[in-house]
């Protein structure tokens, strides 16, 4: 079986490395190398550092725009430059939705089948940032329809994605399939095991620092509470935060973006993990911190009700400034006891439902039934 992956339209192996996420992402690939898979990595970088970074991981080939011409020129000529690796290709696999047209564009000249995954809303998350009416968020309609339509099977996170694509582009539901996203055991092996408590309760949340994970109701449900705040990653509301960290004498802690097991290390000093966002496709950084092992305060918006809102091993809360005082007030009353039981059975569940070995086997079942079809 040989699978021709596509990153997300503008992504390269050194975006992966500088957030962070390099080994996360490339681990479904492991997987399916040691299978016998042959896997080839479309990227659209253009430095020598793509080829640097791919000779540290021996089970994938990565083909990247090594003559550094202009992105656009790079895209529409992708199917020429590769033209071996796409020509020998089972089947191409999108990582997102985003960059589809690329993916598709071969599959026009080589005549493979196109596998396009939606880890989040490409439409949904357009729309509640600039407006269900505006001129993004129809672009985001017209590309998602045209992306998924076209596709041999689309790969969604969600059961939620999957229907509100299916309704709104009339897709063919025998041609649509749930995966949810992955982790990886090892890296978040030992659990977390750190429930003494300070001065202060320490809440550590780490994701984009933008609008919609509403971490200004986060700092302002701090006030006056015994909690300090650990916020890593980045984003355009930093200088934000900080100066409202600092109005609500709220001691708040902020840290770039981080590897995986830097962020283990980071979180094995904190109390709990906090995900406050308005809306999340299928959050990673929820089922990693469950899978962790520690306390999880999590609000019920979409995304992450569907994860955690009927269970019994996470705080759940409303979205607002007052759900989110009041789950920490709950935290705060907890026994350490109480905690780590909390965290020992959102550990459990976790590791059960998304272990990269059970998430690549369900891929691999799909990608082949498709290759065997042809």
Not at 70 to 86: A, D, E, N, Q, T
Not at 350 to 367: D, G, K, P, R, T
Request: glycine share 8%.
């Amino acid at each position: 079986m040989k699978l021709c992956a596509f990153m997300t339209y503008g992504g390269s192996l050194k975006n992966w490395e500088q957030s962070g996420i390099l080994d996360r992402e490339l681990a479904i690939y492991r997987q399916h190398a040691k299978v016998g898979w042959e896997i080839d990595l479309i990227s659209f970088g253009n430095s020598p550092d793509e080829a640097k970074i791919a000779e540290r991981y021996p089970y994938f080939s990565v083909h990247y725009n090594n003559f550094g011409i202009h992105p656009r020129l790079y895209s529409w000529g992708l199917p020429f430059i590769h033209s071996k690796i796409l020509a020998d290709s089972d089947v191409y696999k999108t990582n997102q939705t985003y960059g589809a047209h690329v993916a598709h564009r071969c599959s026009m000249v080589w005549k493979k089948p196109v596998v396009v995954r939606q880890g989040y809303g490409h439409f949904e998350n357009r729309s509640k940032e600039k407006g269900v009416n505006s001129r993004v968020a129809k672009q985001a309609f017209r590309y998602e329809r045209s992306s998924l339509r076209r596709a041999s099977v689309s790969i969604f996170t969600t059961e939620e994605l999957a229907e509100s694509s299916i309704a709104r582009h009339n897709l063919n539901p025998a041609k649509v399939c749930i995966i949810p996203n992955y982790l990886i055991p090892e890296i978040w092996t030992p659990a977390h095991d750190f429930y003494g408590r300070g001065e202060k309760f320490k809440v550590i949340y780490f994701g984009r620092l933008s609008e919609e994970k509403n971490l200004t109701s986060l700092i302002d449900a701090a006030r006056n509470l015994p909690v300090e705040i650990h916020l890593i990653g980045e984003g355009s509301l930093r200088d934000k935060l900080e100066y409202q960290s600092r109005e609500a004498g709220v001691f708040c802690q902020f840290s770039d973006q981080m590897s995986q097991e830097e962020l283990r290390n980071s979180l094995a000093q904190a109390n709990a993990f906090v995900l406050p966002s308005l809306y999340e496709g299928h959050p990673k950084a929820l089922i990693e911190a469950l899978a962790y092992g520690i306390p999880v305060l999590a609000v019920n918006s979409p995304g992450i009700y569907q994860v955690v809102g009927d269970k019994d091993f996470s705080v759940n809360v409303d979205p607002t400034i007052v759900g989110i005082r009041g789950g920490l007030e709950t935290l705060l009353s907890l026994s350490e006891k109480q905690l780590a039981e909390m965290g020992r059975k959102g550990r459990a569940w976790a590791m059960n439902q998304f272990s990269v070995n059970s998430i690549a086997a369900s891929e691999q079942s799909i990608l082949k039934g498709i290759a065997n079809n042809l």
